[in-house]
């Protein structure tokens, strides 16, 4: 007799506070036959909190692929498995992406279980106006050239570490300018959360304020760049492609005959990109 394949449940758990976990989300671990967790350790802390006894396996960066087809068989045999990141929404800027695809490609049935998305918390409390924003993550480490896709108008939200919190805005700071607006947002619904919105410019000195200001999870948001006219928006993509292979007084003088923008203009942006 063949078994009813099992469901996957995408379990938001929460960023901080335990009590920030909904009913729903206790219910599905409750029930679970495997919790996939990021890391064991963290989410037994959450089960424990609410009494809960499940299964746990590891399901991280470094065994994605392999535990994933040990739980995609599992699911086939009719388990029902929660995946859990160590806080917040999986898959978003966490492991349980590759599950997730997998189990759509088996046709597996994946169930969301909405929560705590610490990006969404962040926004809501920026204060920025707007029917959009872009989440952009971890920037890629020590890679100044990732900034140029942040210069949009429209907000964007970055994740940060702690160890690279302060390279990072000092990096926004030069890329930006100081009158740029950035909200830090740190410690999201922990005893020591701290949510601030300032101009780039202030941004080095309330991070080195206090002793404790570059500890714990940061969510950045950096406010909304100019609206740019199609036809500047081209001209400097067709500048970074070209800086890529010429000097930046040849590629300015190109990229004006293609697109019509005054060289000079091109120049000084050339310029500021490779220096």
């Known amino acids: 007799m063949t078994s009813t ?9 929460p960023i901080g ?8 989300s206790i219910d599905i671990l409750r029930a ?33 692929r392999d535990a994933g087809e040990k739980l995609l068989r599992a699911l086939h045999g009719g388990s029902t498995v929660a995946l859990v990141s160590d806080a917040g929404t999986p898959a978003v800027s966490d492991p349980g992406a590759m599950l997730v695809a997998a189990a759509h490609r088996a046709g597996l049935r994946v169930v969301p279980v909405p929560g705590p998305s610490a990006a969404v918390a962040a926004y809501s409390a920026s204060g920025f106006v707007g029917g959009s924003f872009q ?5 890629p480490a020590g890679k100044k050239s990732s900034l140029e896709q942040l210069d949009v108008p429209w907000p964007v939200v970055l994740y940060e570490a702690p160890h690279r919190v302060l390279e990072t805005v000092t990096a926004l700071l030069e890329r930006f300018g100081p009158e740029r607006e950035l909200v830090i947002a740190r410690e999201i619904s922990k005893k020591f959360e701290e949510i601030a919105r300032m101009t780039l410019e ?9 002793p404790h200001r570059q500890d714990g999870e940061f969510v950045l948001i950096l406010g909304p760049g100019e609206q ?48």
């Open 32 to 64: 679970a036959d495997i919790i996939a967790c990021e890391d064991t350790r963290t989410t037994r802390t959450l089960l424990a909190h609410h009494g809960i006894g499940a299964r746990t396996v590891a399901l991280h960066a470094h065994n994605e």
């Open 202 to 210: 202030a941004a080095p000195a309330w991070l080195a304020a206090g």
């Open 17 to 24: 506070n335990l009590a920030d976990s909904s009913p729903r």
């Open 228 to 275: 740019k006219l199609p036809g500047r928006a081209e001209a400097e993509r067709v500048l970074g492609i070209l800086l890529e292979h010429l000097p930046a007084s040849e590629a300015a003088k190109l990229a004006s005959k293609i697109t019509g923008v005054p060289k000079k203009e091109l120049y000084a942006i050339a310029v500021k990109r490779t220096k």
């Open 5 to 13: 394949p099992g469901t996957l449940y995408v379990v938001a758990t």
């Open 135 to 139: 989440f952009a993550g971890f920037l």
